[in-house]
């Protein structure tokens, strides 16, 4: 099955400063790519996705970058504001086998005022 | 956009006692459904997969006779955890896939979530 990887665990930045999550996955069959912020107590939310067919996509002050051939995706945050400050999680989602997202492991991230 | 709805928020169960959890797609047909189980300061793990008219699919690890799921309907998923115990205390939530169309046809929505804690 999938396996997600996702570092750093923990990234601490200076207001205004980028941010930049990282995530391997091992299934060649995932095809979507989700990232989710979950402040405490409270459900994941979508923030941004990405489809295998593309190789970057950008919403704002989000980008999502995909290199299929090596299996890894990057979430990338400019000018990061403290309510920025949350967990990311990244996940894949294989086109067969039912579909399951698989999470990495979650990044926690400290935007500095 | 896509809604999924989870009830209840929260619940607080006696230890040995059963608690259902009811996860609801409202804009679209679910026919799989997700639960996902998340201990403080850890990811979303997969417990098992609700399949509409069939039997769910469990992750391995993860007892099925002590987590009951039924997908009787295209819209409703419900999860029983039963004979709680306290080591059963969590963030259970849910999520549904959107058959939808084929560009957004593996997009995922997440129900609120509901804290489980036994006594």
């Known amino acids: 099955g999938e396996n997600v990887e996702q570092h750093p665990s923990t990234l601490s930045v200076q207001e205004g400063d980028s941010a930049v999550i990282k995530c391997t996955y091992s299934?060649?069959?995932?095809?979507?790519f989700p990232w989710y912020k979950q402040e405490l107590g409270k459900r994941p939310q979508l923030i941004i996705d990405?489809?295998?067919?593309?190789g970057e996509k950008k919403d704002q002050r989000i980008a999502v970058t995909l290199n299929k051939t090596a299996k890894h995706f990057s979430l990338h945050i400019t000018e990061t504001q403290p309510e920025d400050s949350a967990v990311y999680f990244c996940?894949?989602?294989?086109?067969?086998?039912?579909?399951?997202?698989?999470f990495g492991a979650g990044t926690r991230l400290f935007v500095k005022a | 956009g896509a809604v999924v709805s989870q009830h209840p928020s929260w619940v607080i169960c006696k230890s040995g006692t059963s608690v259902k959890i009811e996860c609801r797609s409202l804009?679209?047909?679910?026919?799989?459904m997700f639960w996902y189980r998340q201990f403080p300061k850890q990811s979303l793990m997969l417990m098992a997969t609700?399949?509409?008219?069939?039997?769910?699919?469990?992750e391995q690890g993860v007892e099925k006779d002590k987590f009951l799921i039924n997908h009787a309907s295209l819209t409703l998923s419900t999860l029983t955890v039963t004979s709680a115990h306290p080591e059963d205390s969590s963030f259970y939530i849910c999520s549904a896939r959107d058959p939808g169309s084929i560009s957004s046809g593996n997009t995922i929505y997440f129900g609120e979530g509901s804290w489980l804690t036994v006594v």
């Open positions: 996940a894949a989602t294989p086109n067969t086998g039912g579909f399951k997202t698989i």
């Open positions: 609700s399949n509409e008219g069939s039997k769910a699919t469990y």
């Open positions: 299934d060649s069959a995932s095809n979507y």
């Open positions: 804009d679209f047909q679910a026919t799989t």
């Open positions: 990405i489809r295998s067919n593309v």
